[in-house]
């Protein structure tokens, strides 16, 4: 996936997500960076990086600035989540979809609610 096809999937399913107010996106060379803004708190958000070179992806939930929640892919760990009830842990999961991120995402921000 190169990056304009990582940005417009991303852009695609965060609309399907009517709890963020405002997302910010800025690529440069082969990197994505965005904040989703959640409506109504300015000290929530899920970061977003993207790399197209190492294939890098990890999305965050944060909260006062802490990771509440996250799924990531790197070449040391491979694919691992974060879960709500220690987002410390690094547990190893399949491979995953920006559309499968995003929908799991929702799960955890409806039970958050």
Do not use: C
């Not at 800025?26 to 109504?40: D, I, M």
């Not at 691992?80 to 920006?98: C, E, L």
């Amino acid at each position: 996936m190169n990056v304009h096809q990582f940005v417009d999937e991303l852009l695609q399913e965060l609309a399907t997500v009517d709890r963020f107010a405002q997302i910010a996106v800025q690529t440069e060379g082969p990197t994505v960076r965005a904040n989703a803004y959640l409506s109504g708190r300015i000290d929530s958000f899920l970061r977003i990086y993207f790399n197209e070179v190492t294939g890098t992806i990890a999305f965050a939930l944060i909260e006062q600035r802490q990771r509440l929640w996250g799924i990531d892919f790197d070449n040391r760990r491979g694919w691992h989540k974060h879960p709500v009830q220690d987002p410390t842990q690094h547990i190893k999961t399949d491979p995953m979809s920006v559309r499968e991120i995003i929908g799991e995402l929702q799960v955890i921000l409806v039970q958050r609610s």
